[in-house]
């Protein structure tokens, strides 16, 4: 009895393996986007069956322009109603300083019947290339972290970071803040200045920087750290080897810092040991939580 319960029953899943493998490519064929300009096969799936279905049999011609004419204004009146529901689900989502991007979705819909836009697709306007978008911080609210005044952080950061890195001098390690807020403009260069030098492809820059409008730097709240005895691992995944890494793994939860991009994070952002953000107060655990679902 026991031996016939042991007999392996492995053989089953490379072959289910290939089988999906396969449905997924079909489906990607079936749904990969066509460019035919016809409005008729872009309406949206709440279109009863037999409206959908009958011109392609219509008998006259008189008959078939009537029905198209309905479909157009169907179609148009449904894409309508979806762009807003989603804008309104995105009022109720959304902090204030979204508003702008809303009112960009809003006069993008469609005012007549030319049905391109996917009524889908603002939902995801929060999310870019694996990067969230942040409101810059204004300079009234920000504080300096170095002697020259050149690196700031949100005023509460600010503090919290002051703490941190006495704490850390009083145990031997010098943590060196790098880079603090950013500017819209600073990101712009860091963005697509640097990805025109390296001539690389805007999704293989957004893995090692955000694209403008959407990097933690703008919200004053995040910053990046050097071990001040090791500057050569600045900004390099080396700097996870350094004194100053080991002591903020272990101390920064201690002073509401957390790493915003660690190894094989959701987001698909490269690893990086050195950059930092502030978590210790409302307004900047809304900033970096709020309206993200799971995460
Ligand atoms: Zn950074």
């Known amino acids: 009895m026991r031996s016939q319960s042991t007999v392996p029953n492995v053989k089953m899943l490379p072959v289910k393996q290939t089988l999906n493998k396969a449905e997924v490519k079909r489906l990607d064929k079936v749904s990969a986007p066509d460019n035919s300009s016809d409005v008729t096969k872009h309406l949206p799936d709440d279109i009863p069956v037999a409206l959908r279905d009958t ?22 009146i449904a894409i ?54 942040y409101a810059e911080a204004t300079q009234g609210e920000l504080g300096s972290i170095a002697a020259d005044g050149s690196i700031k952080l949100r005023k509460a950061a600010a503090k919290a970071y002051q703490e941190m890195q006495s704490a850390a001098q009083q145990e031997g390690v010098s943590l060196m803040p790098l880079s603090g807020f950013r ?14 030098e390296r001539g690389q492809v805007a999704a293989e820059r957004a893995k090692v920087s955000a694209p403008p409008g959407y990097s933690e730097h703008h919200t004053g709240y995040a910053l990046d750290i050097g071990d001040g005895a090791v500057p050569a691992t600045n900004l390099s995944p080396d700097f996870e080897n350094t004194p100053a890494f080991k002591w903020l793994k272990a101390n920064a939860p201690f002073h509401s810092f957390e790493l915003s991009f660690p190894k094989n994070n959701k987001q698909g952002v490269s690893y990086e040991p050195w950059h930092w953000r502030f978590v210790g107060d409302r307004a900047s655990l809304e900033t970096f939580y709020k309206a993200r679902g799971k995460k």
């Open 80 to 133: 309508a109603a979806s762009v807003l529901v989603a804008v309104q689900f995105q009022r109720s989502q959304q902090t204030q300083s979204d508003n702008t991007a809303i009112a960009a979705n809003s006069a993008q819909s469609p005012a007549g019947a030319s049905p391109t836009p996917s009524p889908t697709a603002s939902v995801n306007t929060d999310a870019m290339l694996g990067h969230f978008r």
């Open 183 to 196: 500017t819209l403009t600073d990101q712009d260069y860091l963005f697509f200045g640097k990805k025109a």
């Open 55 to 76: 011109p392609s049999v219509a008998p006259t011609t008189v008959d078939r322009s009537m029905l198209r004419a309905g479909l157009i204004t169907l179609g148009a």
